[in-house]
């Protein structure tokens, strides 16, 4: 089922509808709604390895001695994870989740964010106001723009983030 589910996203189907991935899957609706409750379920099912693989870069930006070179780090994994999944993309871009796994993901990456933000702050390479918050929406607002347009050269999303990381600088 989540192998059908992700040749859809692959597809550029995010809709996720169940009865299609269930017939695309072999199996029936019921099967589908037994394991996945919700398309937000299966959605957040989707992204729990992306998910992780970020909080993973994210501690090491937190770790990285250069406060600067920590904060650009994050940032570019959170936008390079969700450019690479699309179902990472969707739930980040949210505020709310379903599944405990994808809350309790989500408070470890606010707490990892929350230290490379305090560091930062402390080292003067960030505005005081700019919250972790701001920083998940500014990443999904850039992931949104690269696939708005032409990147044929896949310049974009770095030259995007460059823009927003100069303009988080006090």
Same mark, same amino acid.
């Given at each position: 089922? *989540?192998?059908a589910a992700r040749a859809r996203i692959a597809s550029g189907d995010l809709e996720l509808p169940m009865n299609a991935i269930a017939k695309d899957a072999g %199996?029936? %609706?019921g099967t589908m709604y037994r394991h996945f409750a919700t398309r937000?379920? *299966? *959605?957040?099912? *989707?992204?729990a390895d992306?998910?992780?693989a970020l909080i993973a870069e994210a501690r090491a930006a937190a770790e990285n001695p250069d406060v600067a070179a920590g904060l650009a780090g994050l940032l570019r994994a959170a936008l390079r994870c969700q450019l690479d999944?699309?179902?990472l993309a969707e739930v980040l871009a949210s505020s709310s989740?379903?599944?405990a796994e994808t809350l309790e993901l989500g408070r470890e990456l606010g707490e990892v964010s929350l230290q490379v933000l305090t560091r930062a702050r402390a080292a003067? %390479?960030?505005r005081d106001d700019v919250t972790a918050d701001d920083m998940r929406r500014l990443t999904c607002g850039i992931r949104r723009a690269v696939d708005s347009g032409d990147d044929s050269d896949g310049t974009a999303a770095d030259r995007y983030l460059d823009v927003v990381l100069k303009g988080l600088r006090p």
């Open positions: 089922m *989540l192998d %199996v029936g %609706v937000r379920v *299966l *959605l957040e099912t *989707l992204a992306s998910y992780a999944d699309a179902a989740y379903e599944c003067g %390479v960030i």
